[in-house]
């Protein structure tokens, strides 16, 4: 109810408020100024010397061009470390990195979601000897979204632009705004260690995030099996002779899209494909008449399409494919009531608990388990039920999969018991 009383609102205050509420945080903006490009062996001789006699952990970011190459080489490395400011550094033009490899030695280096640079970094000869992943500790204490932009509006009430992520950083000379974008990504990294450091002690996962921290540093590309089979629209391929079509069209156009360092959907897309391997054509002619067959090398490697498509066509029935890839692992967790209603309610028992354990830590459920590790457990649990025994015996195997110390300590328990949980039948209704 309104009190008759109260004063009547100032719609022009009210107004002036609510302009004041949605005002979009101030845009972050370079500091030092941008630098200049660092693309000779002089020039990154005497910013090694300044990073080597810097202080603290050094920030570090990489640009590569996914998208446009092949390659998933590093086109431009930012770094930013106290002391020593703002690098940006062309490896494309620099015979070698190693004075910067060397001035990097021991330091701790701080990313934004590590897995994505470490490689292509490596590829370069740098390596860390430690590290602080910004996005990995946003997910550890719980942020909903753990972007790089959404992070900096979070913890430092500054804005970001973003619109250079996808740009095709191979490009030479670089803009100036896309090399303002790339030092403004390392330009925040310092300060977003500290706070979030301060976070983690504070809600007391710090050792979490020191060994998931150490964890990345023997991170590794995961190779994908028959990558071929993750090809858009293959579904719409019945029989074994079109999925072999498939993927010899999807080795040759890697194969060519390796050699002129593309990315392969350029040469002809996934669609093309599927309708090649769909008609089956046996010449030239009949391949470029097909409505659905296009792409910028779809007539100029006509002839290596057609080569691949008569040696599906020419594959004895040893020789084709599987319809679909034999894992070893568990079958798909939708299919186990079927197949063994036991471990069925293992999982329906461990999902109910990690989730619940997810809340109260503030933490996602990936997080705490890898899903696969998961189900690979609860498919195939230890023996034993004497309750001491089994709770070492599904540690010794979480930690068999990779599952870190403090991931073990949480999440065993939990595991063990939903194991003894699922061992019992539920009661059957009275009939």
Same mark, same amino acid.
């Not at 590590?114 to 970094?121: H, I, K």
């Not at 990995?136 to 959404?150: H, S």
């Not at 403090?406 to 939990?414: M, S």
């Given at each position: 109810?309104?009190?008759?009383?109260?004063?009547?609102?100032?719609?022009?205050?009210?107004?002036?408020?609510?302009?004041?509420?949605?005002?979009?945080?101030?845009?972050?903006?370079?500091?030092?100024?941008?630098?200049?490009?660092?693309?000779?062996?002089?020039?990154?001789?005497?910013?090694?010397?300044?990073?080597?006699?810097?202080?603290?952990?050094?920030?570090?970011?990489?640009?590569?061009?996914?998208?446009?190459?092949?390659?998933?080489?590093?086109?431009?490395?930012?770094?930013?470390?106290?002391?020593? &400011? /703002?690098?940006? %550094?062309?490896?494309?033009?620099?015979?070698? #990195? =190693?004075? *910067? +490899? @060397?001035?990097?030695? &021991? /330091?701790?280096? %701080?990313?934004?979601?590590?897995?994505?640079? #470490? =490689?292509? *970094? +490596? @590829?370069?000869?740098?390596?860390?000897?430690?590290?602080?992943?910004?996005?990995?500790?946003?997910?550890?204490?719980?942020?909903?979204?753990?972007?790089?932009?959404?992070?900096?509006?979070?913890?430092?009430?500054?804005?970001?632009?973003?619109?250079?992520?996808?740009?095709?950083?191979?490009?030479?000379?670089?803009?100036?705004?896309?090399?303002?974008?790339?030092?403004?990504?390392?330009?925040?990294?310092?300060?977003?260690?500290?706070?979030?450091?301060?976070?983690?002690?504070?809600?007391?996962?710090?050792?979490?995030?020191?060994?998931?921290?150490?964890?990345?540093?023997?991170?590794?590309?995961?190779?994908?099996?028959?990558?071929?089979?993750?090809?858009?629209?293959?579904?719409?391929?019945?029989?074994?002779?079109?999925?072999?079509?498939?993927?010899?069209?999807?080795?040759?156009?890697?194969?060519?899209?390796?050699?002129?360092?593309?990315?392969?959907?350029?040469?002809?897309?996934?669609?093309?494909?599927?309708?090649?391997?769909?008609?089956?054509?046996?010449?030239?002619?009949?391949?470029?008449?097909?409505?659905?067959?296009?792409?910028?090398?779809?007539?100029?490697?006509?002839?290596?399409?057609?080569?691949?498509?008569?040696?599906?066509?020419?594959?004895?029935?040893?020789?084709?494919?599987?319809?679909?890839?034999?894992?070893?692992?568990?079958?798909?967790?939708?299919?186990?009531?079927?197949?063994?209603?036991?471990?069925?309610?293992?999982?329906?028992?461990?999902?109910?608990?990690?989730?619940?354990?997810?809340?109260?830590?503030?933490?996602?459920?990936?997080?705490?388990?890898?899903?696969?590790?998961?189900?690979?457990?609860?498919?195939?649990?230890?023996?034993?039920?004497?309750?001491?025994?089994?709770?070492?015996?599904?540690?010794?195997?979480?930690?068999?999969?990779?599952?870190?110390?403090?991931?073990?300590?949480?999440?065993?328990?939990?595991?063990?018991?939903?194991?003894?949980?699922?061992?019992?039948?539920?009661?059957?209704?009275?009939?």
């Amino acid at each position: 109810m309104t009190d008759p009383a109260a004063p009547e609102p100032n719609d022009e205050a009210s107004a002036s408020s609510d302009v004041e509420a949605v005002q979009p945080a101030p845009l972050l903006i370079l500091r030092d100024g941008l630098p200049p490009i660092i693309d000779t062996d002089a020039g990154l001789a005497a910013y090694a010397a300044k990073l080597a006699a810097g202080t603290g952990p050094v920030a570090i970011d990489a640009e590569r061009a996914s998208g446009y190459r092949y390659s998933a080489r590093a086109y431009l490395v930012q770094l930013r470390r106290e002391g020593a &400011g /703002t690098a940006l %550094i062309d490896p494309i033009g620099l015979s070698t #990195l =190693a004075p *910067l +490899a @060397e001035a990097l030695e &021991g /330091t701790e280096w %701080i990313l934004h979601a590590a897995t994505q640079d #470490l =490689a292509c *970094l +490596a @590829e370069i000869g740098l390596h860390p000897a430690s590290l602080f992943d910004t996005e990995l500790a946003g997910r550890l204490l719980g942020y909903p979204r753990v972007g790089l932009a959404t992070l900096v509006e979070s913890l430092l009430g500054q804005r970001m632009r973003k619109e250079h992520s996808a740009a095709d950083w191979s490009k030479r000379p670089l803009p100036e705004s896309w090399l303002e974008y790339a030092a403004l990504d390392v330009e925040v990294l310092l300060e977003l260690r500290e706070l979030m450091k301060a976070e983690l002690v504070a809600a007391g996962k710090d050792e979490w995030a020191r060994q998931e921290f150490e964890h990345l540093l023997d991170f590794t590309p995961t190779v994908r099996v028959d990558p071929w089979r993750r090809t858009s629209q293959m579904h719409r391929v019945r029989g074994r002779h079109g999925l072999a079509a498939v993927k010899l069209l999807w080795e040759e156009r890697n194969a060519i899209a390796a050699e002129r360092d593309v990315t392969p959907g350029k040469i002809i897309p996934d669609s093309a494909i599927v309708e090649a391997a769909l008609a089956m054509p046996q010449d030239r002619a009949a391949l470029l008449a097909l409505k659905g067959f296009h792409g910028r090398g779809a007539e100029r490697y006509s002839t290596r399409w057609i080569a691949a498509i008569r040696e599906a066509a020419a594959l004895t029935e040893a020789e084709l494919p599987p319809r679909t890839l034999r894992g070893d692992g568990p079958p798909v967790p939708r299919a186990w009531a079927e197949k063994d209603p036991v471990a069925a309610r293992r999982l329906a028992h461990a999902r109910e608990a990690i989730a619940a354990l997810g809340e109260e830590v503030s933490t996602p459920v990936e997080q705490l388990l890898q899903p696969d590790s998961l189900r690979r457990l609860l498919w195939a649990p230890p023996r034993t039920r004497q309750p001491e025994d089994l709770l070492a015996a599904v540690g010794e195997q979480l930690a068999a999969y990779g599952a870190r110390p403090w991931q073990v300590e949480l999440v065993a328990p939990l595991l063990r018991d939903a194991i003894l949980a699922g061992d019992v039948a539920p009661p059957t209704p009275d009939a």
